[in-house]
């Protein structure tokens, strides 16, 4: 009898996951993944992201919120778990690991052809300094490279799309760019080039790895207004930060990670003494520290010694 | 002398034609593995066919069919090797290679009496080029082009950011296997013309020319296949004077224009055209970290 009951509340838990992530944009349950066979980077991930949540990944290097990122746009498949990406959902196991980590890889289909059909489109950001600037590429070619497969099989841009380019380069603010080889923006105006690329195929969906990372103070609170006004489109925007305290405490929702979800809610819930001790084990000094720089963040005059302690507290990350 | 008399004689037309195709596949392949940082490759894998055109011929089987295969296979391995990330490419390059022309040269020693001079595949011998070989050439530059044309974006967004490709549904790892054969095959057309050790320079030299002239991608591939081009006529017109080897002096032709690009992106970027209000005049200056033009 009460191995029934017991079986019974099961069913009735699995119903109420399939419901909720029937309403989710993006469910993630049960997820495992890991470089090396035996270590786990990430264990037990369960996530639900809505239509329209703008949601920061944060945690400390290594914690897993840029693996996280790469499985769910497809460059990683998980040990096991699975994805439910809107009504399409994808089941990992042992086997299809096996796969990918064969030669027969060469014969999977990469996730975003297979979920294609489910989302217009994804549109991903990697880090800025996941790319030789150097290459000679200008803007356009670079932004064009969003829509590949949506402008013709000849090897150059169409007319139209140029002026789709220049439309997307204009509300970015760097349409007089559009000719310029890429080694000739400024780290900022190079994020933009990225964002633009991104945001050209008119995505439900906008996935960014550190996008503030090795910016300035400006450029940042710049891609941050930019991706503000995006949401507000509706367009849902899943980050990952370094930044707690320029921009993690900023953001409508935030997750802390650290192999596992720690905690997620909006800024004020989750980020507690508690739950960065358990994200970044820091102690309780910087802690502190960044609760003093949450009160010079409110104010817009950030001093040179606010500067100082958030460096760090990066520092202190990184050790 | 009349500077038309090479074109009396119709190895030498043949021979022209053949190093003009072959200059220009390979400017045009060249810029992709130049971009890709794996300049090394082509000296690798024309060595690596060495071995397969040998072998094929010892026990009889179809020249080129041997050559690609092989060469083929050694490209896939590369990449696979490389893929793992434990490994460089190049480490991997320099191994595979270098195995697959000791095949080749224990294959020679061991059985001396052959018909085929291998010395052509070595060092080149345009002007001893056959009918079949010319045809060849011909197949693999239409096939290269039409490679290049379709691919283009395709293999651009791969050069420029292989992960981001992946994440917008190109195929990486089938167009880098579709690559390695159109290289392999690229390197067997190119084999008799240029010969297996001046190779690598030909694939080389008008990429990196180019890139010295452009910093726009479509403008690269169109200059490095023109100065492939235009260093193979040069090269295998003036040895017919010099009475040199083709292959030594379109692979020197083809240095000359590198001499020459960087020479000409160094003066570009110290002596050109800049403005004072209304006044625009163009002398050597240099240029301080805010950019003030100091006279």
Same mark, same amino acid.
């Given at each position: 009898?009460?191995?029934?009951?017991?079986?019974?509340?099961?069913?009735?838990?699995?119903?109420?996951?399939?419901?909720?992530?029937?309403?989710?944009?993006?469910?993630?349950?049960?997820?495992?993944?890991?470089?090396?066979?035996?270590?786990?980077?990430?264990?037990?991930?369960?996530?639900?992201?809505?239509?329209?949540?703008?949601?920061?990944?944060?945690?400390?290097?290594?914690?897993?919120?840029?693996?996280?990122?790469?499985?769910?746009?497809?460059?990683?498949?998980?040990?096991?778990?699975?994805?439910?990406?809107?009504?399409?959902?994808?089941?990992?196991?042992?086997?299809?690991?096996?796969?990918?980590?064969?030669?027969?890889?060469?014969?999977?289909?990469?996730?975003?052809?297979?979920?294609?059909?489910?989302?217009?489109?994804?549109?991903?950001?990697?880090?800025?300094?996941?790319?030789?600037?150097?290459?000679?590429?200008?803007?356009?070619?670079?932004?064009?490279?969003?829509?590949?497969?949506?402008?013709?099989?000849?090897?150059?841009?169409?007319?139209?799309?140029?002026?789709?380019?220049?439309?997307?380069?204009?509300?970015?603010?760097?349409?007089?760019?559009?000719?310029?080889?890429?080694?000739? %923006? $400024?780290?900022?105006?190079?994020?933009?080039?990225?964002?633009?690329?991104?945001? #050209? /195929? !008119? &995505?439900? =969906?906008?996935?960014?790895?550190?996008?503030?990372?090795?910016?300035?103070?400006?450029?940042?609170?710049?891609?941050?207004?930019?991706?503000?006004?995006?949401?507000?489109?509706?367009?849902?925007?899943?980050?990952?930060?370094?930044?707690?305290?320029?921009?993690?405490?900023?953001?409508?929702?935030?997750?802390?990670?650290?192999?596992?979800?720690?905690?997620?809610?909006?800024?004020?819930?989750?980020?507690?003494?508690?739950?960065?001790?358990?994200?970044?084990? %820091? $102690?309780?000094?910087?802690?502190?520290?960044?609760?003093?720089?949450?009160?010079? #963040? /409110? !104010? &817009?005059? =950030?001093?040179?010694?606010?500067?100082?302690?958030?460096?760090?507290?990066?520092?202190?990350?990184?050790? | 002398?009349?500077?038309?008399?090479?074109?009396?004689?119709?190895?030498?037309?043949?021979?022209?034609?053949?190093?003009?195709?072959?200059?220009?596949?390979?400017?045009?392949?060249?810029?992709?593995?130049?971009?890709?940082?794996?300049?090394?490759?082509?000296?690798?894998?024309?060595?690596?066919?060495?071995?397969?055109?040998?072998?094929?011929?010892?026990?009889?089987?179809?020249?080129?069919?041997?050559?690609?295969?092989?060469?083929?296979?050694?490209?896939?391995?590369?990449?696979?090797?490389?893929?793992?990330?434990?490994?460089?490419?190049?480490?991997?390059?320099?191994?595979?290679?270098?195995?697959?022309?000791?095949?080749?040269?224990?294959?020679?020693?061991?059985?001396?009496?052959?018909?085929?001079?291998?010395?052509?595949?070595?060092?080149?011998?345009?002007?001893?080029?056959?009918?079949?070989?010319?045809?060849?050439?011909?197949?693999?530059?239409?096939?290269?082009?039409?490679?290049?044309?379709?691919?283009?974006?395709?293999?651009?967004?791969?050069?420029?950011?292989?992960?981001?490709?992946?994440?917008?549904?190109?195929?990486?790892?089938?167009?880098?296997?579709?690559?390695?054969?159109?290289?392999?095959?690229?390197?067997?057309?190119?084999?008799?013309?240029?010969?297996?050790?001046?190779?690598?320079?030909?694939?080389?030299?008008?990429?990196?020319?180019?890139?010295?002239?452009?910093?726009?991608?479509?403008?690269?591939?169109?200059?490095?296949?023109?100065?492939?081009?235009?260093?193979?006529?040069?090269?295998?017109?003036?040895?017919?004077?010099?009475?040199?080897?083709?292959?030594?002096?379109?692979?020197?032709?083809?240095?000359?224009?590198?001499?020459?690009?960087?020479?000409?992106?160094?003066?570009?970027?110290?002596?050109?055209?800049?403005?004072?209000?209304?006044?625009?005049?163009?002398?050597?200056?240099?240029?301080?970290?805010?950019?003030?033009?100091?006279?």
């Amino acid at each position: 009898m009460g191995h029934k009951s017991l079986h019974e509340n099961k069913e009735v838990e699995n119903q109420y996951h399939e419901t909720r992530s029937a309403e989710n944009l993006l469910s993630i349950r049960k997820l495992e993944f890991g470089y090396l066979p035996h270590k786990p980077v990430l264990e037990d991930v369960n996530l639900d992201i809505p239509k329209g949540r703008f949601l920061g990944l944060l945690g400390p290097s290594g914690s897993g919120k840029s693996t996280l990122l790469k499985i769910i746009i497809g460059l990683h498949r998980p040990w096991r778990g699975y994805i439910q990406y809107g009504s399409e959902k994808i089941n990992y196991t042992k086997t299809v690991k096996s796969i990918s980590s064969s030669a027969a890889s060469y014969f999977v289909r990469p996730i975003k052809t297979l979920i294609g059909n489910v989302f217009s489109s994804i549109g991903y950001v990697p880090q800025i300094e996941s790319v030789d600037w150097n290459f000679p590429v200008t803007v356009t070619e670079v932004v064009g490279m969003g829509i590949w497969n949506r402008s013709g099989f000849y090897p150059w841009i169409s007319k139209n799309d140029k002026e789709r380019i220049q439309s997307v380069l204009g509300t970015l603010g760097i349409a007089e760019y559009a000719k310029r080889q890429i080694r000739e %923006l $400024s780290g900022g105006e190079q994020q933009r080039v990225f964002l633009a690329r991104a945001l #050209i /195929s !008119n &995505p439900q =969906i906008l996935i960014l790895d550190e996008p503030t990372s090795g910016v300035d103070y400006n450029t940042r609170e710049n891609i941050f207004t930019i991706l503000t006004d995006l949401n507000s489109k509706g367009m849902t925007i899943i980050m990952t930060t370094h930044d707690i305290t320029g921009l993690g405490k900023r953001l409508p929702w935030v997750v802390c990670i650290n192999k596992s979800i720690i905690s997620q809610g909006p800024p004020n819930d989750v980020l507690t003494q508690e739950n960065l001790l358990k994200t970044y084990g %820091l $102690s309780r000094d910087i802690c502190n520290l960044i609760d003093d720089r949450e009160t010079s #963040i /409110s !104010n &817009p005059a =950030i001093t040179d010694s606010s500067r100082h302690n958030h460096f760090h507290v990066e520092s202190e990350k990184e050790s | 002398m009349d500077f038309l008399t090479p074109f009396d004689y119709e190895f030498f037309t043949r021979g022209i034609v053949a190093a003009v195709l072959v200059g220009g596949i390979c400017g045009l392949i060249g810029v992709y593995i130049v971009l890709r940082g794996m300049s090394y490759i082509g000296h690798g894998m024309s060595h690596a066919v060495f071995g397969g055109a040998v072998v094929s011929y010892v026990i009889g089987f179809n020249y080129y069919v041997g050559a690609a295969i092989w060469g083929f296979l050694s490209a896939v391995l590369i990449n696979e090797i490389s893929r793992r990330r434990k490994i460089k490419a190049d480490a991997a390059i320099g191994v595979v290679t270098t195995a697959g022309f000791a095949i080749g040269v224990l294959f020679i020693t061991a059985a001396q009496s052959f018909h085929r001079n291998f010395e052509a595949i070595l060092f080149g011998n345009i002007l001893g080029i056959t009918d079949q070989d010319l045809y060849v050439i011909i197949t693999v530059s239409i096939l290269a082009v039409i490679f290049v044309f379709f691919f283009q974006k395709r293999l651009l967004f791969v050069l420029f950011d292989k992960e981001t490709a992946r994440v917008y549904g190109v195929r990486t790892e089938i167009l880098e296997i579709v690559f390695a054969l159109v290289l392999a095959l690229v390197v067997i057309a190119s084999m008799n013309s240029i010969g297996v050790t001046l190779l690598a320079a030909a694939i080389v030299a008008p990429a990196i020319s180019a890139r010295m002239l452009t910093n726009n991608f479509l403008r690269m591939i169109i200059l490095s296949s023109v100065i492939g081009i235009v260093t193979a006529f040069l090269g295998m017109y003036s040895s017919f004077f010099f009475d040199t080897a083709s292959g030594s002096t379109i692979v020197l032709f083809g240095a000359g224009a590198f001499g020459v690009s960087a020479l000409y992106a160094f003066i570009r970027k110290s002596y050109h055209s800049h403005s004072h209000g209304p006044i625009k005049h163009t002398h050597p200056h240099l240029h301080t970290d805010k950019h003030l033009h100091k006279h």
